[in-house]
């Protein structure tokens, strides 16, 4: 459990990297820059609390995941730079999130 718990905690922070310098894209609008940095912070916040084992933590993963692979595939679909790594890292992020909620989910007592 530990082995997993870190792995998504790493690979989200690694999508909140990518996420973080959105805002200061010319390339992009402003309010969705901000967004996306936004979703950013989010992910930061949401591994520091997968690792500290907050019960929200899980589902926090998850969300910001999914989102991270429904920014990718737009940012796909408009053949923006850097699409494939993004689609990529948060399909791993997703599919982590994914095992940490069922592993979760089974501890939870009933």
Do not use: H, Q
């Not at 082995?3 to 992009?28: E, G, H, I, Q, S």
């Not at 520091?48 to 589902?59: I, Q």
């Not at 991270?68 to 940012?75: C, K, R, S, W, Y």
């Not at 982590?96 to 009933?110: E, W």
């Amino acid at each position: 459990m530990k082995f997993l718990t870190y792995a998504t905690a790493t690979v989200t922070v690694l999508m909140a990297l990518l996420n973080l310098p959105f805002a200061f894209d010319a390339d992009v609008a402003a309010p969705l820059g901000w967004l996306v940095t936004l979703l950013g912070v989010a992910g930061l916040v949401a591994a520091v609390g997968l690792v500290r084992r907050a019960p929200w933590a899980p589902w926090a993963v998850t969300v910001v995941a999914a989102l991270n692979v429904a920014g990718a595939l737009v940012a796909l679909v408009s053949a923006r730079e850097g699409a494939v790594i993004g689609l990529t890292v948060s399909l791993c992020g997703l599919l982590l999130a994914a095992a940490c909620l069922r592993t979760t989910a089974r501890r939870a007592p009933a």
